[in-house]
T-cell receptor, first 116, second 117 residues
């Protein structure tokens, strides 16, 4: 069975603070893919990153960075110097070949509020 | 238009009405998806189409009827819905899953906010 846990339901920070969103996943597959999506108030989910299980190198994209640790089954997302426009719900998701190849298992999401 | 578009953005319907949701993708993808997002619940995959063929139906009630006339368009026909069907319905698309490729990222539309009265 596959499962994604985002234990942080809501996080509130003040602008310019760094914030880390946690994601813990469960799967018995050795090959899998992890994703992060952002859902602003407008509703659509915006794709942020895809990472496969064989690539443990951390990634940085501007103010965003991702820390993938297979040893702890975690794929955490950090926003550096947060801005009000970062306010959104962020979802972590998992896809494995043993499940439906097209089915993403989503976490319950973390509501991030960045205050001015 | 770019990306994935959905119409209408908001819909209020009675339990005896029949309505349809429309999704169109302009990304050249061949796989399309319907998701349901209810308050306080994770996203639920409803249907998957690949090259116009339905490949997944996650035990969705028959009052939801999907239609995929081509790889760019996806519909969700609604009839005799229940109040608990009120939710945000999201459409997504991705590249098709050729042999040996097990995952592509999905691109989502803005959703249709459905209220059943």
């Amino acid at each position: 069975a596959q499962k994604v846990t985002q234990a942080q339901t809501e996080i509130s920070v003040v602008e310019k603070e760094d914030v880390t969103l946690d994601c813990v996943y469960e799967t018995r597959d050795t090959t899998y893919y992890l994703f992060w999506y952002k859902q602003p108030p407008s509703g659509e989910l915006v794709f942020l990153i895809r990472r496969n299980s064989f690539d443990e190198q951390n990634e940085i994209s501007g103010r965003y960075s991702w820390n993938f640790q297979k040893s702890t089954s975690s794929f955490n997302f950090t926003i550096t110097a947060s801005q009000v426009v970062d306010s959104a719900v962020y979802f972590c998701a998992l896809n494995t070949p043993s499940g439906s190849a097209r089915q993403l298992t989503f976490g319950s999401g973390t509501q991030l509020t960045v205050l001015p | 238009e770019t990306g994935v578009t959905q119409t209408p953005r908001h819909l209020v319907m009675g339990m005896t009405n029949k309505k349809s949701l429309k999704c169109e993708q302009h990304l050249g993808h061949n796989a399309m998806y319907w998701y349901k997002q209810s308050a306080k619940k994770p996203l639920e995959l409803m249907f998957v189409y690949n090259f116009k063929e339905q490949t997944e139906n996650n035990s969705v009630p028959s009052r939801f009827s999907p239609e995929c006339p081509n790889s760019s368009h996806l519909f969700l026909h609604l009839h005799t819905l229940q109040p608990e069907d009120s939710a945000l319905y999201l459409c997504a698309s991705s590249q098709d899953l050729a042999s040996g490729i097990t995952s592509y990222e999905q691109y989502f539309g803005p959703g249709t906010r459905l209220t059943v009265t």
